[in-house]
T-cell receptor
């Protein structure tokens, strides 16, 4: 158990809908990362937050948004869902988001868009 | 931008040694991670290299050459449970943006 908690574990929804994925980082970790992993694909970096502020942005679609709250948990919002958004979404956290801090991953949220 | 290259698949025999290579191009490099990922599971941390040279940790070792933009993960005494994807990831920037390669799917055969 990495200490990073993600909910829900599985989600099935229809095209055009909106979903919210939630992540609680390890206790004390200030930095949160979101990654998308499609079937047989690598981990695509979406976005990183540090202590409530956005710090780095990857290939995140405009239909997707995220935020980190004062209690450090984070949410990833996916809207106008398309079939191609079906993937495993990982949240990860690290202590300070600085060099050398190990990144720990949650178990992921499986999203299926039908 | 960043570019991380590693072989997509490798096969090795139980008990043998395998080396998985990773080359990268990035600005603001500050370290390189290796993670192991079994299908459908979360990646788990294996190693982190920030300085040139070899870091050994049990059956697993990782090497880094910053000037060449090159790293490898060495797995010794392979076991069947080592069949997994091995992800090379580069850390860059002041707030440690971490970008992953596509991963190398290793199959260990008897």
């Amino acid at each position: 158990d990495s200490g990073v908690t993600q909910t829900p574990k599985h989600l099935i929804t229809a095209t055009g809908q909106r979903v919210t994925l939630r992540c609680s980082p390890r206790s004390g970790d200030l930095s949160v990362y979101w990654y998308q992993q499609s079937l047989d694909q690598g981990l695509q970096f979406l976005i990183q937050y540090y202590n409530g502020e956005e710090r780095a942005k990857g290939n995140i679609l405009e239909r997707f948004s995220a935020q980190q709250f004062p209690d450090l948990h984070s949410e990833l919002n996916l809207s106008s869902l398309e079939l191609g958004d079906s993937a495993l979404y990982f949240c990860a956290s690290s202590a300070y988001g600085k060099s050398g801090n190990t990144i720990y991953f949650g178990e992921g949220s499986w999203l299926t868009v039908v | 931008g960043q570019n991380i290259d590693q072989p997509t698949e490798m096969t090795a025999t139980e008990g043998a040694i395998v080396q998985i290579n990773c080359t990268y191009q990035t600005s603001g490099f500050n370290g390189l991670f290796w993670y192991q990922q079994h299908a459908g599971e979360a990646p788990t941390f294996l190693s982190y290299n920030v300085l040139d040279g070899l870091e050994e940790k049990g059956r697993f070792s990782s090497f880094l050459s910053r000037s060449k933009g090159y790293s490898y993960l060495l797995l010794k005494e392979l076991q069947m449970k080592d069949s997994a994807s091995y992800l090379c990831a580069v850390s860059s920037g002041g707030y440690q943006k971490v970008t992953f390669g596509i991963g190398t799917k290793l199959q260990v055969i008897p």
